[in-house]
């Protein structure tokens, strides 16, 4: 199985920035996408970054030219920095992958178990 474990999160002001970072373990053999979603009280989960294997980016409207998703392949880790936060970017931060553990045929959607991002004067 895949673990994903997110760190990062906390509280700002608005206009201020926070760098989130998730680590994925496991028996790993291969990951495809590695991405962000955020769930805010009484929404629904949304996508906010996801990056693939090849480098490819994808961002949630909302966010485009204030956060930036990064991955570091070597170590199954994937960052999203946040700048310009906004009070209505203060959600739960759930880091994504799609992964495929040894011995599999089959990627995988995993999820962490989230990191709280404030944005409040």
């Known amino acids: 199985q895949v673990q994903l474990v997110e760190s990062g999160g906390g509280l700002v002001q608005p206009g201020g920035s926070l760098r989130l970072s998730c680590a994925a373990s496991?028996?790993?053999?291969?990951?495809?996408?590695m991405g962000w979603y955020r769930q805010a009280p009484g929404k629904e989960r949304e996508l906010v970054a996801v990056?693939?294997?090849?480098?490819?980016?994808n961002y949630a409207d909302s966010v485009k030219g204030r956060f930036t998703i990064s991955r570091d392949r070597g170590q199954n880790t994937v960052y999203l920095q946040m700048n310009s936060l906004k009070p209505e970017d203060a959600a739960v931060y759930y880091c994504?992958?799609?992964?495929?553990?040894?011995?599999?045929?089959?990627?995988?959607?995993?999820w962490g178990k989230g990191t709280l991002v404030t944005v409040s004067s």
């Open positions: 496991g028996s790993i053999a291969s990951i495809n996408r």
């Open positions: 994504n992958c799609s992964a495929k553990v040894a011995l599999s045929l089959y990627y995988i959607n995993y």
């Open positions: 990056i693939t294997n090849i480098g490819s980016t």
